[in-house]
């Protein structure tokens, strides 16, 4: 005599799992942009900002000069809106960054580097592609 076991499980109950399995949302990656991401400012400028975020319904970012929020008087300051104002003096070295970070996850953001310059250059500028 035979004796067959098995662990039957019907059609219906498969397409459910597949549509349990196949039907969860995939969720986007969230990204952060920021533009200019290098400039230079001669003292007594202001510099828009804008950031673009993507991936998420929450598009608000926080805006941070050398990693404090909204900055300080040593390395300028930041709106809300992304515009940034240089020190008065400038710093030593005359480099600063610009953070845009998603408000949904700070751990996301995008950051741009400023060059303080105490004049504007005069005569030719050259850039280096760093590229190749």
């Known amino acids: 005599m035979r004796v ?18 196949c039907s969860s949302p995939v969720e986007a990656a ?3 942009s920021i533009s200019p991401g290098y400039t230079q400012l001669v003292a007594g400028q202001t510099l ?10 929450d598009t608000q ?7 404090a929020d909204g900055g ?3 390395s300028g300051t930041v709106t809300t809106s992304g515009l940034y104002t240089p020190p008065a003096t400038l710093p030593n070295p005359a480099l600063v960054t610009v953070t845009a970070q998603a408000h949904a996850n700070r751990q996301i953001s995008a950051t741009a580097s400023i060059t303080l310059l105490a004049t504007a250059p005069t005569g030719q500028t ?4 760093t590229n190749g």
């Open 4 to 21: 067959r076991l098995g662990i039957g499980i019907g059609a219906a109950a498969w397409s459910a799992i597949a549509f349990f399995l």
């Open 30 to 32: 969230v990204t952060v």
């Open 48 to 57: 828009q900002f804008s950031a673009t975020v993507t991936g998420n319904s």
């Open 61 to 67: 970012v926080v805006w941070q000069v050398n990693n």
């Open 72 to 74: 300080g008087a040593a």
């Open 126 to 129: 050259y850039y280096v592609a």
